[in-house]
């Protein structure tokens, strides 16, 4: 299994930023698939998740109306995009197979000014 973020990086508050998720190794079409994020001295929380057909999704309330998760299972791959990004998202962002236990190296997230 290999899980390939990218699309992090450094935006001021309100901006916006779109992470990838190249997936590869086992069957993603088939796969419920994840982002988590992980801030500095907290643990793991899952930020959304999508089915393996992405009609069944569900978010973290704090970013309820403001990330968008989607899948494209003809490239093997998983997005988030994150609008009006606020400081405290600030986080490293994982893509996983599932739950938190298969995941990616994780990009990292920082929102300042």
């Known amino acids: 299994v290999q899980l390939v973020e990218s699309g992090g990086g450094l935006v001021q508050p309100g901006g916006s930023l779109r992470l990838s998720c190249a997936a590869s190794g086992f069957r993603f079409s088939a796969s419920t698939m994840s982002w988590y994020r992980q801030a500095p001295g907290k643990g793991p929380e899952c930020v959304s998740r999508i089915d393996s057909r992405g009609t069944s999704i569900t978010y973290l309330d704090s970013v309820k109306d403001r990330f968008t998760i989607s899948r494209d299972n003809d490239k093997n791959t998983v997005y988030l995009q994150m609008n009006l990004l606020k400081p405290e998202d600030t986080a490293v962002y994982y893509c996983?197979?599932?739950?938190?236990?298969?995941r990616g190296q994780g990009t990292q997230v920082t929102v300042s000014s």
């Open positions: 996983t197979m599932g739950a938190w236990t298969i």
